[in-house]
């Protein structure tokens, strides 16, 4: 059992390990003949599951300020947008923003909805990117949605292709002809599925449309991108047309915001722009990781100088403690922003203060004449509690900083909760390695240790 135990553990120090380790990480060593010269990148899973494909990169994300990018804040026009639309009129403007910046090609971008006092705005950071012009101009373009059905060119694709590729000719139908998409549920399966109602040229349009594509399909596109693709059963002649399919609710409502993106779009004009300098973002990521590297030190060195072999441990405790942090960091993944990296670096010295709050207790317990097997043990048990303590405190402030809920009268910005979600990660991580993997070094490293 203790073997099988120390087997996970190894395995599992040498997955986190792997997750952790830089890009293209060059392994270069000799013994005898034998010879290893190789480059080694983080671990990537990469499985098919039931005919579904699994990818995932254990990589770091870097954010806007030390990536290097821009900083766009548009601010809508809601003022002809009825209370009941205006929710889905934001998320269906931010939903489409996130398309056109992925069709652009950013990685990792940031875009939030955020409201200042009456007026609802639209922050957009963009890493990375290089053309910021072209970015503000296919962001801040209006949304178009159009019907599209199979063309006389549809010939030169193969019949194997998908649907969407045949469906080349415009209808003419587009968002300004739809009055309203809806979630609706069909009256004898119960599933969801999508109402569509058009105005009165939009319904003549329409049975037009589908009168001479009984049996075929018809796209719905927005932005050239298709977003559904059904099939005509009949003519439809009274302006109104339901998309069914296996939809999900979620799903079947995040396509009606889609199609009332077109239909109903919020003009939004950029008030704020601010670009960042890549060599900026390079330089600030060295001087972070030699402050945070020297900090460290100094951590270690006060640790085995003061505590002695307690240190050593407690310095052991710490550095799995970042190799866990790290692993976590690229696992969810966080974007690394310059305040995520400072608020890593503060939760170093909350790792530490569990160590120091136990070696205390310990060698208080010793002072009292009990051996050292007891002292450790009864430490543990007296330091645990206000470990918890201070621990939950930091958190609550974290969770605070972080606003997941996005009340208004608290912060609503990257930077802040940037830093808010690092330090809740790292003191979190700190409060497991303290409590768990230090006392389990320190049974390891003094079995049948008496005083």
Avoid: C
Wanted: charged share 20%; glycine share 8%.
């Amino acid at each position: 059992m203790k073997q099988l135990k120390l087997f996970i553990i190894v395995a599992l120090m040498a997955i986190i390990i792997w997750i952790d380790l830089p890009e293209n990480f060059q392994i270069r060593f000799q013994i005898g003949k034998f010879k290893i010269d190789t480059k080694v990148n983080p671990l990537t899973i990469d499985w098919q599951i039931f005919n579904t494909n699994i990818k995932y990169a254990f990589r770091t994300h870097l954010g806007l300020d030390l990536q290097g990018g821009s900083h766009l804040l548009f601010e809508t026009d809601t003022s002809k947008i009825k209370p009941e639309d205006l929710n889905d009129a934001l998320a269906s403007v931010r939903d489409i923003i996130e398309k056109r910046v992925n069709y652009f090609g950013v990685s990792e971008p940031v875009i939030q909805n955020i409201k200042a006092g009456n007026k609802y705005r639209i922050s957009v950071d963009l890493p990375g990117i290089s053309d910021v012009n072209t970015a503000i101009t296919l962001i801040g373009r209006t949304a178009m949605l159009g019907f599209f059905e199979e063309g006389t060119d549809s010939a030169k694709i193969a019949s194997s292709s998908p649907i969407f590729l045949r469906l080349t000719k415009d209808t003419g139908l587009t968002g300004k002809d739809v009055k309203k998409a809806t979630v609706e549920f069909d009256s004898q399966s119960g599933k969801p599925q999508v109402g569509l109602s058009f105005t009165n040229l939009g319904a003549k349009l329409f049975g037009e449309i589908t009168q001479r594509n009984i049996g075929k399909a018809v796209g719905i596109f927005i932005d050239q991108i298709p977003i559904s693709t059904p099939t005509v059963q009949t003519a439809i002649m009274d302006g109104s047309a339901v998309i069914t399919g296996n939809f999900t609710v979620n799903e079947a409502k995040k396509l009606a915001i889609t199609i009332n993106s077109g239909a109903l779009p919020l003009p939004i004009k950029l008030i704020e722009q601010r670009n960042i300098g890549p060599t900026l973002g390079a330089s600030e990521v060295k001087k972070s990781i030699f402050a945070g590297a020297i900090g460290l030190a100094m951590v270690l060195f006060f640790m085995i100088v003061y505590y002695k072999k307690l240190g050593i441990i407690a310095s052991m405790a710490l550095l799995i403690y970042g190799l866990l942090s790290l692993a976590i960091f690229r696992l969810i993944p966080v974007v690394l922003t310059l305040s995520g990296v400072a608020g890593f670096i503060l939760s170093i010295g909350m790792a530490v203060d569990s160590n120091i709050l136990i070696f205390e207790r310990i060698k208080e317990e010793q002072r009292k004449g009990q051996k050292f097997n007891i002292a450790i043990r009864v430490g543990f048990g007296r330091a645990i509690d206000a470990i918890k303590d201070a621990n939950i405190t930091t958190l609550t402030v974290a969770f605070i900083l972080f606003n997941p809920l996005n009340w208004e009268f608290l912060p609503q910005f990257g930077m802040v909760r940037g830093f808010a979600l690092t330090l809740a990660i790292g003191v979190g991580t700190s409060l497991f390695t303290g409590v768990v993997i230090t006392k389990r070094l320190i049974n390891l490293f003094y079995k049948n240790t008496q005083s």
